[in-house]
């Protein structure tokens, strides 16, 4: 969702130096989604941050500390994804109908958004499994289901 994603501290850490503060995240709309923890990757599914610990360059929570995410519209692009990724090519956003080669230049497809799909016949990069991807297709309404003998 396009907009300013709100995070808010409401339980400081246990302890000083704890990393494990807890913060309410409110969609642009002002609807309240699941909690996010200090230290733990975020993922609501649209929305994937991380509120790092003091180990890792973070500072002591309090209660009511306050961080934006602002989300624009997008380029509604897409690229290939990559489970190794960490510019957003990790999330999956949906199967494409037909092969689409945009190696040259950007090229138009049909993509589906929701549905149940063969796993035996959706293809992820080479030397990569479906299984990686899995339970992200299942949090965006896409299911794998084996083939059926007939």
Known sequence: MKGVYKIVC???PTE?????????????DGSRLKDATQDVEYDGGHLVFTIPGVGGGGTDSIV????????????????????????????????????????????PGVVYLTGEFNEGSVVVPSGDDIENYRDA??????????????
């Not at 000083?16 to 642009?28: E, L, Q, R, S, W």
Request: aromatic share 6%; no cysteine.
């Open 137 to 150: 297709l299942r949090k965006i309404g896409i299911y794998l289901k084996p083939a059926v003998a007939e």
């Open 64 to 107: 009511d500390d306050e961080y934006t995410i602002e989300v624009d519209e997008g380029s509604k692009e897409v690229v290939e994804i990559d489970k190794d990724g960490v510019d957003g090519s990790q999330i999956p956003f949906g199967i494409l109908a037909d092969d689409v080669d945009a190696s040259s230049d950007d090229e």
């Open 16 to 28: 000083a130096d704890a990393d494990d503060a807890v913060f309410a995240v409110y969609a642009p």
């Open 10 to 12: 409401t339980e400081a």
